[in-house]
């Protein structure tokens, strides 16, 4: 199972007020696990950076001034994260961002029971308590130290751990090398995974010959049509 666990990064709150998306970090899971793939990408949002935005990613015009607009990425985007199902901190609102510039651009948009809201999984398994992606760090003892300000990859890199916990525990192997965790993937995809084999050598009967003479005597006495009198 393929999953995507994404963030963005916007001017704002609202797209139907002009805000746009300005930076978009997305992680790989198969199978609840880290493949090492991602998708990280700053977008020109084609307009002024609000005072207020900035102070929470440091995002300034200046430095976006070079980055792509979204209608030159959004392709590359959808192909990314292809038909798998999108995990988000607050769905609502990373989605409405991500269908304004795709439907913007005129490319397909995501249907809303693509994405999973761990949000809202926070609050179903803890109701009353703090629900934000650093309450939910400190919950599950999650490094996030790193986080100085708000980042796409970072943060979607930290939700996947999150994430992971709020499904039920984080497996034992999660920070295995990514490069044996891509080719178990891989294994599974094209039909070369591991499978159990017969063994060379059968092991020997562990029932005694007392037993066995019973058992025959037992067999017996339910006539010609017992299962057990059938030979193969």
């Known amino acids: 199972m393929r999953e995507i666990v994404l963030d963005t990064e916007t001017t704002g709150f609202d797209p139907a007020e002009g805000h746009r998306i300005v930076e978009i970090g997305a992680v790989e899971l198969f ?39 979204f209608a030159a990425i959004g392709a590359a985007f959808l192909e990314f994260i292809a038909d798998s199902q999108l995990v988000i901190h607050n769905a609502a609102f990373d989605m409405r961002f991500l269908n304004f510039e795709l439907q913007r651009c005129g490319l397909s948009v995501l249907p809303a ?10 609050r179903q398994k803890f109701p009353g ?41 984080r497996q034992p192997d999660f920070a ?20 159990p084999r017969p063994r060379p050598e059968p092991l020997s009967p562990r029932i005694t010959p007392t037993e066995a003479a019973a058992h025959e005597a037992f067999v017996a006495k339910l006539g010609d049509t017992a299962i057990w009198v059938k030979r193969v």
């Open 176 to 195: 295995l090398n990514t490069v044996a965790q891509t080719r178990s993937r891989d294994d599974a995809m094209n039909g070369t995974a591991w499978r």
């Open 129 to 169: 308590s703090p629900a934000s992606l650093d309450a939910l760090c400190r919950r599950f003892g999650v490094d996030n130290s790193a986080r100085e300000k708000h980042g796409a990859l970072l943060d979607s890199e930290i939700l996947a751990e999150v994430y992971l916990e709020l499904i039920g525990g």
């Open 31 to 69: 199978n609840h696990l880290p493949t090492g793939r991602t998708y990280h990408q700053y977008i020109n949002p084609e307009r002024p950076m609000p005072k207020e935005a900035f102070e929470v990613h440091g995002l300034g015009d200046d430095f976006l001034r070079d980055k792509p607009v």
């Open 113 to 122: 029971a693509r994405a999973t809201d761990t949000l809202m999984i926070s």
